[in-house]
Nanobody, 126 residues
Framework: QVHLVESGGGSVQAGGSLRLSCATSGYTSSSYCMGWFRQAPGKEREGVARIDRENGNTYYTDSVKGRFTISQDNAKNTLYLQMNSLKPEDTAMYYC???????????????????WGQGTQVTVSS
């Protein structure tokens, strides 16, 4: 059973930076997709960035390209999301998530991810 625990959220002013961490455990192989998702009040959960745990391939949603960086430290079993140039519209609960990758490529579809952390709040003020 994969277990995920996020940390690193907080309150910052627009233009600031935060780094989110997700401590992971329970992986039985490297064939997993790992992603960061967020949900703002009154909005649906959306994918932010994802990484293939085996080959490190990354993908970002358009709204965060050039500002956010997803990375992993497999030795520490930790997933990161470095967030720079934060905007008020980045305010949301951020979740890390994971799923097995059965061939093909990783995606950012919320419904395809099986394992979720409890979330960490990010608030960006103008």
């Amino acid at each position: 059973q994969v277990h995920l625990v996020e940390s690193g959220g907080g309150s910052v002013q627009a233009g600031g930076s935060l780094r989110l961490s997700c401590a992971t455990s329970g992986y039985t192989s490297s064939s997993y997709c790992m992603g960061w998702f967020r949900q703002a009040p009154g909005k649906e959960r959306e994918g932010v960035a994802r990484i293939d745990r085996e080959n490190g391939n990354t993908y970002y949603t358009d709204s965060v390209k050039g500002r956010f960086t997803i990375s992993q430290d497999n030795a520490k079993n930790t997933l990161y999301l470095q967030m720079n140039s934060l905007k008020p519209e980045d305010t949301a609960m951020y979740y890390c998530a994971s799923r097995r990758r059965f061939g093909g490529v990783c995606d950012l579809a919320v419904d395809s991810y099986d394992y979720w952390g409890q979330g960490t709040q990010v608030t960006v003020s103008s």
